[in-house]
């Protein structure tokens, strides 16, 4: 079976800075692996998506992950946050052809 | 272009009642999903239906029942409901297996609370 750790559970960052999310999973075989958004009292939307053909992962509104497998990580990242990023984050592992594992979510809050 | 519709939005039972959650999607997707979110747990597949005709047990299934009633609509019944049920449901569907990197699309949610 497929696990997640989201490694922070709330992100603080100042607009304009770096954002980082971290996770890491367990895998016995090469996974599928995703980022997904959820933005307060809505569902969740595909930030981006692993799918071997390149580590490095580019998704919408900035964002970016790095899939490492030798440190089995997929961590989050964009440049410079903006208050609409505010939102809580979710790192999912795919368990089976039908079944995802959902990390614990990060929450980010974004500073002005 | 809907995507994924879940309704009610809000819904408040007493211990032992019934409900229907409806969920439809017009995307012609195969695969359909009913997930659960807790705080700090983030979401929990609760059945899924890789196809129209089939249902198979998620993570938390007990206290649950699914209906596949055509390629569109995906229901999940609480026969009897009880506080532990207080959640909010998600629907979601794919065209195909997350192992194939397709994608879910998540409905709005439903906030369920059982007294």
């Known amino acids: 079976a497929q696990s997640v750790t989201q490694l922070d559970s709330h992100v603080s960052v100042s607009e304009g800075t770096p954002v980082l999310l971290r996770c890491n999973y367990s895998?016995?075989?090469?996974?599928?692996l995703f980022w997904y958004v959820q933005h307060p009292n809505k569902g969740l939307q595909l930030l981006l998506k692993?799918?071997?053909?390149?580590?490095l992962v580019k998704g919408i509104n900035g964002f970016e992950a790095e899939f490492k497998k030798s440190e089995t990580s997929f961590h989050l990242t964009k440049p410079s946050a903006h208050m609409s990023d505010a939102a809580e984050y979710f790192c999912v592992v795919s368990d089976s052809d039908y079944k995802l594992s959902f990390g614990a979510g990060t929450t980010v809050t974004v500073r002005a | 272009n809907a995507g994924v519709t879940q309704t009610p939005k809000f819904q408040v039972l007493k211990t032992g009642q019934s409900m229907t959650l409806q969920c439809a999607q017009d995307m012609n997707h195969n695969s359909m999903y009913w997930y659960r979110q807790d705080p700090g747990m983030g979401l929990r597949l609760i059945y899924y239906?890789?196809?129209?005709?089939?249902?198979d047990k998620g993570e938390v299934p007990n206290g649950y029942n699914v209906s596949r009633l055509n390629k569109r609509e995906f229901s999940l019944r609480l026969e009897s409901a009880a506080p532990s049920q207080t959640s909010v449901y998600f629907c979601a569907s794919s065209e195909g297996p997350v192992q194939e990197y397709y994608e879910q699309y998540f409905g709005p949610g439903t906030r369920l609370t059982v007294t």
């Open positions: 692993y799918t071997s053909a390149a580590t």
């Open positions: 895998s016995s075989y090469s996974p599928s």
């Open positions: 239906s890789a196809s129209e005709g089939t249902t």
